[in-house]
């Protein structure tokens, strides 16, 4: 048997393999509401042997949000289309998850596709005024975002609370507390974002307190009985003054501790002018090192993995448990479908495709 394809446990939620659908923004949602588009895309992934989907990052509150666009969990009428979705993805045997986040000082942007070059989305067009750690611009077209206060942070903890409350209501089965790519949660983590002098900046403990309560919080919600999962920037890809690998593995055991059971390792973010070197696999040695710098907790790596000889060998090599896919499931619904054929792995396919299978 494959590696990829093997089927594990998390808190008695049953896995069927190792893949595991990315979150990546659809930009199509209403008032934070979900819609067809969003049975389609996440159901088709499904529908085409993904283990895991994992829904985009879903707004804990409304100023949460990247774009106006943005899915949200914030209001109770959600979980109703949410509810829909999550039942397709276990009626083809997947898990669905779900991706919490606050966009913080990233906030109320502008959807690539209707860049104008000014950022992000004003008042007067149903922005909002961005909030993060400190006040410090992502990009100069972007404003001063406010700096949240005591009683900012208390409701940001709260907010993942209630999200994760309406998150299991929906029927999600997985949780993801999104810490990455220069949002609300890695804005306090790294010193490039967060130049506060109370608890929540300058050591590292006070850098990842907000995180800590965040997960306590949600942690609260689940009583471990579902697999809690972060998601977390491993590298700001700045030599000097900035969160790194080494922080990283000890927030990772800090993490453990608390009882999350999957790290979903990415890199990057928070300041747009960092020099990353893409390429295949190119985030890989920080999940690597991760993995092997703390036992016990899983370990999920991702970025520009695109074959199923590739993911195959890495979790072979020992290099991470989960692989998650993005770009790659975008451009093909059924990826998973054809890595087995590829793996000489024979896996079940709907019922409704087993006439297009290739002997």
């Known amino acids: 048997m494959s590696k990829l394809f093997e089927s594990f446990q998390i808190k008695g939620i ?11 923004c659809q930009y199509s949602a209403t008032d934070g509401f979900a819609s067809n588009w969003h049975l389609v895309h996440y159901g088709s992934r499904a529908v085409g042997g993904t283990g895991t989907i994992m829904v985009e990052s879903v707004g804990v509150s409304s100023e949460g949000r990247i774009s106006p666009n943005d899915l949200g969990i914030y209001n109770p009428e959600h979980v109703i289309k949410l509810k829909e979705i999550t039942d397709f993805i276990k009626e083809q045997g997947a898990v669905p998850a779900i991706q919490l986040g606050h966009a913080g000082r990233k906030a109320s942007a502008q959807i690539f596709q209707e860049w104008k070059g000014d950022g992000t989305v004003n008042e007067k067009n149903g922005g909002w005024q961005p909030v993060a750690p400190s006040p410090i611009k992502f990009i100069e077209e972007y404003p001063e975002p406010k700096e949240l206060d005591k009683e900012g942070i208390e409701k940001v903890v709260n907010d993942f609370k209630k999200a994760a409350e309406r998150a299991i209501e929906a029927g999600f089965q997985v949780i993801e507390i999104h810490s990455a790519h220069g949002y609300l949660l890695h804005e306090f983590l790294s010193p490039l974002a967060n130049k ?4 929540y900046g300058g050591s590292f403990e006070n850098r990842i307190r907000l995180l800590l309560e965040v997960v306590d919080a949600v942690n609260s919600i689940l009583e471990n009985k579902v697999p809690l999962f972060v998601r977390i920037s491993a590298t700001d890809w700045v030599k000097e003054g900035a969160w790194d690998l ?29 020099i990353i070197p893409v390429g295949p696999g190119y985030q890989l040695p920080f999940a690597s090192r991760i993995k092997k710098e703390v036992d ?30 993005g770009r790659e499931l975008l451009r093909n619904p059924y990826f998973p479908l054809e890595a087995a054929k590829e793996l000489r792995e024979e896996i079940e396919w709907p019922l409704q495709y087993t006439r297009g299978k290739r002997k």
Do not use: C, H, W, Y
Request: hydrophobic fraction near 45%.
């Open 14 to 24: 049953n896995f069927k393999n190792r893949i595991v659908m990315s979150p990546m």
């Open 246 to 274: 080494e922080q990283s593995i000890k927030l990772t055991k800090l993490l453990k501790e608390k009882g999350v059971d999957a790290m979903d390792v990415s890199t990057g973010a928070v300041i747009p002018d960092a």
């Open 296 to 325: 016990g907790i899983l370990v999920g790596t991702v970025g520009m993995i695109t074959n199923a000889v590739q993911a195959e060998t890495i979790l072979l090599n020992n290099e991470a448990d989960l692989i998650f896919l």
């Open 196 to 199: 506060r002098t109370d608890e």
